[in-house]
């Protein structure tokens, strides 16, 4: 097949595909979860002001752990999958990485870091192409995260590493894109063909109330522009109760009521997790 190139990144996007068409991104905007600067200062401003509602401190940990993992590869190929923009904490992993690595940052989005376009169910690589894959905030917005799981164990190498980030208690963010939520063992199930390295909390069930909180006062909108305004407004009346995961997040308890949870995982040929021993996993008390 062939395959077009816009704005400098190749669209491997099949023909045949139902959901992305190659034609759509033939425009800097489209299609995109990218919310970039605005032509407005003003409107800029506002947004620098908006305090997040989800506390995340864990993200800059894990990537450090993964730097120290490859420190001894000398030129580790690494592929981003949503990586149109640094998610959190991934400046820290390119400034440990050695010169020679190899950063494949793609997305289903033009954005400022997108260098290659292609849908997460069909990887347009090679079986063994990589030390580390990541997928921070994404396969709740893919139809098939199963599909998409398999296709990230297919380029990866023996012994390559998994890194995911995926909400467990949070309300629809990514409009008409936004599919799926997964539970600590519903996510450990979804690597089930990877070894576990670590898994546990992004952020908490202080994160998982101030989302609460802010989409109940959403649920009054009752158009578009109401919805932004109140989104904006609610942001700075709840934000101060993801603070509570400094202390939540050290109990087990917290697994049930997370906002979002993380998964590292290694690549190991004809390992299963059996779903007795996965049961068996369960962290909260609610057995």
Not at 98 to 121: K, L, R, Y
Not at 214 to 231: C, E, G, H, P
């Amino acid at each position: 097949m062939k395959f077009p190139i816009y704005f400098e990144v190749p669209v491997f996007v099949s023909e045949h595909n139902e959901v992305f068409k190659q034609e759509d991104f033939n425009t800097p905007e489209a299609p995109s979860i990218f919310f970039g600067n605005s032509k407005n200062p003003a409107i800029n401003f506002l947004r620098k002001l908006r305090p997040d509602v989800t506390l995340n401190y864990t993200s800059k940990i894990n990537y450090t752990k993964l730097a120290d993992r490859l420190s001894h590869l000398e030129a580790p190929r690494i592929l981003v999958i949503g990586g149109s923009i640094d998610g959190t904490g991934m400046s820290i992993l390119k400034q440990k990485l050695p010169q020679q690595t190899i950063m494949v940052e793609s997305d289903v989005a033009q954005g400022p870091n997108t260098n290659i376009i292609f849908d997460a169910h069909h990887i347009p690589f090679q079986a063994n192409t990589f030390d580390l894959v990541i997928v921070q905030a994404v396969l709740e917005h893919v139809l098939d995260p199963f599909q998409c799981v398999r296709e990230i164990e297919r380029v990866l190498h023996e012994n390559g590493i998994v890194y995911a980030e995926t909400p467990f208690m949070q309300q629809v963010h990514g409009g008409k894109y936004d599919f799926h939520r997964f539970t600590d063992l519903g996510h450990r199930r979804l690597f089930r063909n990877f070894e576990e390295i670590d898994r546990g909390l992004v952020a908490g069930p202080g994160s998982s109330l101030a989302w609460s909180l802010r989409y109940f006062f959403l649920s009054f909108a009752v158009n578009k522009t109401m919805d932004r305004i109140i989104s904006y407004v609610s942001s700075f009346l709840v934000f101060w109760l993801k603070y509570f995961d400094y202390l939540l997040n050290h109990n087990k308890g917290a697994y049930d009521g997370a906002c979002g949870l993380y998964f590292i995982g290694t690549k190991k040929t004809g390992y299963v997790l059996p779903d007795h021993e996965l049961l068996h996993q369960y962290k909260g008390y609610r057995s």
